[in-house]
């Protein structure tokens, strides 16, 4: 009895947390700007040694849209999370994509990143739970949604091959 009152009791405190941080994501997205995201830096390959050149997905910035305009400060996430990226510092890099989300959680983009970030680390499962969550944020951004089906494609890949 006792147990299922603890099981109620968490169901209801993760209750809170979510409707608290849907509140908190109303108030941020009323101080989104509509400036265009910039790109960042160049494109990046991700290269398994067991994948034929034809197979490789590559993860490129996602094209400037304004829906997918973010806060400054998120913009300066994704700049040091893609720095990170490139030196092979993946921990690090999903620290500051996760702290992004945690301040715009309806930005596909974010969500794209870690997909990525999670993809080089080999947790393909995640990989294409991330991807998929982006893409039912995205409204009308082929581009992204083609990179993030790459994603998923590439998870499944390679989850079938570890098998």
């Known amino acids: ?38 790109s960042i830096d160049q494109p990046v390959t991700i290269d398994e040694p067991e994948i034929e050149e034809h197979e490789k997905v590559v993860i490129v910035s996602p094209p400037s849209v304004k829906k997918h305009a973010s806060v400054p400060v998120v913009k300066r996430l994704l700049s040091k999370s893609n720095k990170k990226f490139k030196a092979k510092e993946y921990h690090a890099a999903a620290n500051l994509i996760e702290r992004g989300i945690n301040i715009s959680p309806d930005d596909p983009i974010l969500w794209q990143r870690l997909a990525a970030i999670r993809l080089e680390e080999g947790n393909y499962k995640q990989a294409k739970q991330l991807a998929t969550k982006s893409n039912v944020l995205i409204e ?16 499944k890949k390679m989850q ?4």
């Open 1 to 38: 009895m006792s147990k299922t009152r603890n099981q109620q009791a968490n169901i209801n405190y993760f209750i809170r947390i979510f409707l608290c941080s849907m509140l908190l994501t109303g108030l941020f997205a009323c101080t989104t700007t509509s400036e265009k995201t910039t």
């Open 140 to 155: 009308g951004d082929p581009d992204l949604r083609e990179i993030n089906n790459g994603i998923i494609n590439q998870a």
């Open 160 to 163: 079938n091959s570890n098998k």
